[in-house]
């Protein structure tokens, strides 16, 4: 297996036998300098070909597939896992036969690399959220071109019957995501519309027979909240016709005290 991060801007981290420790800490074999990442955050023990991620400092974050790990979990192609605010995605790949790979030699801080795994905090535009079946409640990180189906071989592997081995192609766009079907024996389906190929939109469902999935765009601000139509009173307040009669009924009023005034000043004989 593999490790790769966010947006394809770092290379990929092969996952040989034994166990490698991820952390900010020199003598980690994969060195993540960021915040959120602690000296001895986690680590991975691959043995024949399965992976065991466990959490070695509980006052940091390891989250496995929107989960925040207590004890070892298994790691298997297809998670998403998050150190911190760090994302990578596990992919399939052929086995390593070697050790896990070694700390990069630091180099006296000059301006120039200093050999460390740096990671930007980022995580992926889009991931698919599983809400039916063998997938639900999984994330999965979408990035570049992605195939899902039921092959080892797939960037996303679902084991399920009712899905081809290779199902469908995901391509990340500005937009959203370009879903291609692959000649699938029961159909690609976009908001329960069939499709061979079709524009798949944040918050819209993705569905490959009865395996539902749903789009989502992470840190993404949800829609504003519609204007509450203004209180009556406030509309009178803010109406130049509603104005424009208090007036008048303040001067009709005004001028009816005085015409008062001056009919008993001459009834008592004094105009």
């Known amino acids: 297996m593999k490790l790769i991060f966010p947006n394809g801007e770092h290379a990929a981290v092969a996952l040989g036998d034994g166990v490698t420790r991820v952390g900010s800490g020199s003598d980690c074999q994969v060195v993540l300098v960021a915040p959120g990442v ?11 070909g399965n992976a065991l ?6 006052s940091v974050a390891t989250v496995l ?11 298997k192609p297809g998670d998403l896992l998050l150190f911190g605010r760090i994302g990578c995605r596990v992919v399939a790949a052929e086995r390593v036969a070697t050790a896990p790979i070694a700390a990069a030699t630091p180099v ?11 990671v930007r905090m980022a995580l992926p535009k889009f991931m698919l959220r599983g809400v039916s079946g063998t997938t639900f409640g999984r994330n999965f990180a979408l990035s570049g071109s ?3 189906g039921r092959q080892a071989d797939c960037d996303i592997p679902i ?8 199902h469908a192609r995901l391509q990340v766009t500005a937009e959203g995501v370009m879903v291609e079907d692959l000649g699938s024996a029961n159909g690609t389906w976009i908001n329960d519309k069939r499709v061979h190929t ?3 939109r944040p918050g819209e469902e993705l569905r490959l027979d009865t395996v539902r999935f749903l789009l989502l765009a992470p840190g993404a601000q949800p829609p504003a909240a519609a204007t509450r139509p203004a ?17 008048w009924w303040v001067i009709g009023t005004l001028v009816l005290a005085a015409a008062v005034a001056v009919g008993v000043l001459r009834y008592l004989g004094k105009i």
Do not use: K, W
Not at 38 to 48: A, F, M, P
Not at 53 to 58: K, Q, Y
Not at 65 to 75: A, K, S, V
């Open 198 to 200: 079709g524009m798949l």
């Open 231 to 247: 209180a009556p009173d406030a509309v009178a307040r803010s109406d130049p016709r509603a104005g424009s009669s208090a007036t």
């Open 53 to 58: 991620v466990r959490a070695r400092d509980a």
């Open 146 to 148: 992605m195939t899902i």
């Open 38 to 48: 602690s000296v001895d955050h986690c680590e991975i023990e691959v043995t024949n």
């Open 159 to 166: 084991q399920a019957e009712e899905i081809s081995r290779h």
């Open 65 to 75: 597939n929107g989960r925040q790990i207590t004890q070892p979990e298994t790691l």
């Open 108 to 118: 006296p801080a000059n301006g120039a690399e200093d050999g460390r795994t740096r």
